[in-house]
């Protein structure tokens, strides 16, 4: 079994600042792909970044960044220069060979003026 | 394309009803997820299909909950009796054939309230 962890279930950041939401996985397999997606009050989930396990290299996507740790087995998000539409429920996100993808609690933004 | 399509976007009921979620994936798009998300449970994995079969239906809380894809291009979630905790949002999604390499297309959801 795989499970997402998301221990933080809100955040805030002030607009224009930085903020890293974390999260952390375990999984038995050896490849698989990670996900952050982004759900702002209309519902919809909105892929923000995608991580390949094979690669040592962060993966980047212009504001947004992860740092992942392999084996620490976590994959936090960064989001620099903060925005007001960056505001939304954010989950973390697993997919393993079995093409299941498990989420994680979720963390709430808000992103003050 | 325009995306993955549900319908309806709110449904209201009374408990002991049958209620129909339906969804259309994206043209292409060899497998089909339908989460439930609540509060309590965050996103949860009810079923997915892979070329109109289902491939693994676990997460389906129990006999009240079924799910067809009759073909490529439709699905539907199917709850007989509706109970008071059957509220959530149900999303579907789709998403390409590609094993690990996949991003999942998410629909806008159908919130369900049971009263």
């Known amino acids: 079994a795989q499970t997402v962890t998301q221990s933080q279930p809100e955040m805030s950041v002030q607009e224009a600042e930085t903020v890293t939401l974390s999260c952390t996985y375990d999984?038995?397999?050896?490849?698989?792909?990670l996900f952050w997606y982004k759900q702002p009050p209309s519902r919809q989930m909105i892929l923000v970044i995608r991580?390949?396990?094979?690669?040592?290299q962060n993966a980047t996507e212009n504001r947004f960044s992860v740092n992942f740790q392999k084996a620490a087995k976590s994959f936090s998000l960064k989001i620099s220069d903060s925005q007001l539409g960056d505001a939304a429920m954010y989950f973390c996100a697993l997919n393993n060979a079995g093409n299941m993808l498990t989420f994680g609690g979720g963390t709430r933004l808000m992103v003050k003026p | 394309d325009a995306g993955v399509i549900q319908s309806p976007r709110h449904e209201v009921t009374e408990m002991g009803q049958e209620v129909t979620l339906r969804c259309k994936p994206i043209s292409g798009h060899d497998y089909l997820f339908w989460y439930r998300q609540t509060m309590m449970r965050g996103l949860e994995l009810l079923i997915y299909f892979n070329n109109n079969v289902p491939i693994d239906d676990s997460g389906m809380p129990e006999d009240r909950f079924s799910a067809k894809m009759p073909n490529a291009s439709f699905s539907t979630l199917k709850i007989q009796p509706s109970e008071p905790r059957d509220s959530a949002v149900y999303f579907c999604a789709s998403s390409w054939d590609r094993w690990g390499d996949t991003e999942a297309f998410f629909g806008q959801g159908t919130r369900l309230t049971v009263v």
């Open positions: 999984t038995s397999e050896s490849d698989y792909y």
């Open positions: 991580q390949e396990a094979y690669k040592q």
